[in-house]
């Protein structure tokens, strides 16, 4: 069984990678916060895996907390890009840069 | 055991693949379900029941839902086209593959998993054997509702805070900002 632990923490950190890179490469906004999803994800599953082969309970609390917080961030950040939307402004984030300026 | 790994870890990786490279969002989010509820099988594999089943109804069902409701709303303005973003794209992949190498040298040189393949310090209390022979649900139960108090109602807190900002964004407004 031990000899699937790294196998774990091998796609744990292949998910986050692509995650990241969507997050950065992306500019529609709602694939922008599937791909932070993605990135919330990965560390649950990196977190399950440590739980598991420590033997210790903290890493399925803290990854029903995770879940907890993904989706309030996705409560708020939807309603974000509604607003958005509904200003008339196109859902581009490159378009949507004038707070970095 | 390793059979089902490989089969819903590869799930998982195309899913991840996916949600970056489909060009529209409908799609992506298609892919962020199948993802998910391979993640969920995985955490089965994990001996993580309870989370196993928060994935599939949390993730799978309530969030996706959110996230499908808000494109069909959305989605005429939401179009994009890939063909424009190729050189981003190749420098995302490049970065992703680095990265995941790096993690996965770390790995199997021993830094995350430990000498002789076994994690640094005593294991905890909380075998696979013991967690099912108090059930697995009742002994993540003790832990939220004991040690794990405080982050468990500051959580709560944060899904209230999150609840009423939802509210107050998605209000009517005369003067829209």
Redesign the interface.
Known sequence: ???????????S??????????V?????P??V???I??ML?SA??AL???????????G??????V??????????G??????V????R???LDELSEMSE | MSVVFGLAAVIAFLGALGVVLSERTIYSAMSLVLNMVALAVLFLLLDAQFIAAVQIIVYAGAVMVLFVFIIALLSPGAEERLRSVELRLLLGGVGAVAFTLLIGRLTLNGITVGAHGRLHGALGPFSPVAVNAHGQVQTLGDQLFTTYLLPFEVTSLLLLVAAVGAVYLSRRRRQLV
């Open positions: 069984m031990s000899g699937l632990f790294p196998g774990f923490l091998i796609l950190a292949a998910m986050f990678a692509i995650g990241a890179a969507g950065l490469v992306r500019r529609n709602l694939v916060f599937m791909c999803e993605l994800n649950n599953l399950v895996t440590y739980a598991r082969y420590t033997h210790t309970m903290a399925q609390v803290f990854a029903l907390i879940i907890a917080v993904a989706a309030s961030e996705v409560v708020v939807l309603a974000l890009i509604t607003g939307y509904r200003s008339g196109r859902l581009d």
